[in-house]
C-alpha cells in the first residue's frame, strides 16, 4: 500500500523552530517529487514548499521563502520540513503529497496521495 | 500571482448532478486536477489532467476544462459526495502550484 506519514508538530513558541518529516512507503520514493501543503484552521490549502526527485529543484511559497526549508533523503525514504522563525500565521496543519514531475525545470503533477497531516501550532 | 476562483458553496439534491467550477485566466492552457476532501480528512485526487480519474473514482466524477473556466462534474450525487472540492494546477511562469479557494458541496 502506497503510504506517507508526517510527524513532527506540535505546540512551539513565537520564533521557535519545528522540523517536519514524512515518511513514504509501498513505492520507490527516490522516483517521485514531494510537496507540503498546509490548512489553516478552517481554510483552505496552501502550498508550501515542493522538492525533485534529485533535490535539484526545490521552491517555496513567499510566505514561507527564507524560513523554510525542504529536503529529502532518499535512503531513507523521507522528506523533510525545517521551520525557523515561526509565527501565529503558520499554524496549520501540514501535510506531505507525492507527485510525479517532468521537464527542467520541473513542473510537478497532480498530488496523490496525501498523508494524513501534522499539526503545528504556534502560540505563546 | 494567478489567482483560481471557486464558488465557495454548492449545494444539489441527492441522485442530481453538482457542477463545481474553477476559473482562471487562460486556465484552460494549464492541466487542472482537482481532489475532495471530507471533514478531518486528508485531500484525494478525483480528477486529473483536466479530465482523467484515478483508479477507483467512481466514473460519476468527471472534468472539462476550457477557456477561462474548468468545471468538475459530480453526476448522480450521494451523501458521501459532501466534502470540500479544491482545483489546483501547476504555475509554471512562477514554478509552483496554485489552489483554487475551495467549494463546500452539500448534498441536500
Known amino acids: 500500500e502506497v503510504q506517507l506519514v508526517e510527524s513532527g508538530g506540535g505546540l512551539v513558541k513565537p520564533g521557535g523552530s519545528l522540523r517536519l518529516s514524512c515518511v513514504g512507503s509501498?513505492?520507490?520514493?527516490?522516483?517521485?517529487?514531494f510537496n507540503w501543503v498546509r490548512q489553516a484552521p478552517g481554510k483552505g490549502l496552501e502550498w508550501v514548499s515542493s522538492?525533485?526527485?534529485?533535490?535539484?529543484?526545490?521552491y517555496y511559497a513567499d510566505s514561507v521563502k527564507g524560513r523554510f526549508t525542504i529536503s529529502r533523503d532518499n535512503a531513507k525514504n523521507s522528506v523533510y520540513l525545517q521551520m525557523d522563525s515561526l509565527t501565529a500565521e503558520d499554524t496549520s496543519i501540514y501535510y506531505c503529497?507525492?507527485?510525479?514531475?517532468?521537464?527542467?525545470?520541473?513542473?510537478?503533477?497532480?498530488?496523490?496521495?496525501w498523508g494524513q497531516g501534522t499539526r503545528v501550532t504556534v502560540s505563546s | 500571482s494567478y489567482v483560481l476562483t471557486q464558488p465557495p458553496s454548492v449545494s444539489v439534491a441527492p441522485g442530481q448532478t453538482a457542477r463545481i467550477t474553477c476559473g482562471g485566466d487562460?486556465?484552460?492552457?494549464?492541466?487542472v486536477h482537482w481532489y475532495h476532501q471530507r471533514p478531518g480528512q486528508a485531500p484525494v485526487v478525483v480528477v486529473y489532467?483536466?479530465?482523467d480519474r484515478p483508479s477507483g473514482i467512481p466514473e460519476r466524477f468527471s472534468g472539462s476544462n476550457s477557456g477561462h473556466t474548468a468545471t468538475l462534474t459530480i453526476s448522480s450525487v450521494e451523501a458521501g459526495d459532501e466534502g470540500d472540492y479544491y482545483c489546483?494546477?501547476?504555475?509554471?511562469?512562477?514554478?509552483?502550484?496554485?489552489f483554487g479557494g475551495g467549494t463546500s458541496l452539500t448534498v441536500l
Open positions: 489546483h494546477i501547476w504555475y509554471s511562469r512562477r514554478d509552483h502550484p496554485v
Open positions: 487562460s486556465i484552460g492552457t494549464y492541466s
Open positions: 509501498g513505492f520507490t520514493f527516490s522516483s517521485y517529487s
Open positions: 522538492i525533485s526527485s534529485s533535490s535539484r529543484y526545490k
Open positions: 489532467d483536466d479530465s
Open positions: 503529497a507525492r507527485s510525479r514531475q517532468e521537464g527542467i525545470p520541473v513542473t510537478m503533477r497532480w498530488f496523490d496521495p
